[in-house]
């Protein structure tokens, strides 16, 4: 397991291509999925996303998604991440976790971690988030971390809520 992030009570990793059966058992949870717009429908689909997708940003940019673990029983719950948008210019910080994992604050300690981890570590000098505005548990976890409302705006042809957070080590 490459561990990239630990925290209080989660450990991040790197994906694999064996972590296509859990790509995909994430994503077949119409809840998990309900505000997302790229379905994953198969397992070819679990593997393109990891092989096209996930995969390459890690070599490209040091970053990615990367997968969520229990850090007391190594069970995964989902992903949480950074993601180089080069279309836009920027870095987008993402996640999604498995229904049973709502509710316990893991959404929120993943991302502040991996927030700190893009400034501290990788001197980003700043992270953008994103949520389609009826996702009131996504945007909430945004503001939870310190990330700041900049608007609405129309991204990837859907309305989506657009918080950011400028590294305040870099001026």
Known sequence: MNVIIESDRL?????????????????????????TYDPITDLAKAREVLERVILPQYAL??????????????????WCGLKY???????????????????????????????????????????IGRAVPENVGSWRVLE???MHFIGE??????????YEFINPSIS
């Open 61 to 78: 940019y040091n970053h990615g998604r990367w997968a969520a673990h229990i850090k007391d029983n190594l069970e995964f719950i989902g």
């Open 11 to 35: 450990l991040l990793r790197t994906f694999t291509i064996d972590d296509v059966q859990l790509v995909y058992d994430l994503n077949n949870d119409s809840d998990v999925t309900r505000y």
């Open 144 to 146: 939870k971390i310190g």
């Open 153 to 162: 705006e129309l991204v990837d042809g859907h309305w989506a809520k657009t």
């Open 85 to 127: 948008r080069p279309e836009r210019h920027e870095v987008d910080l993402g996640y999604r976790f498995r229904k049973s994992a709502w509710g316990k604050g893991y959404a929120t300690e993943a991302a502040y971690a991996c927030l700190k981890h893009g400034f501290e570590k990788l001197n980003i000098g700043k992270i």
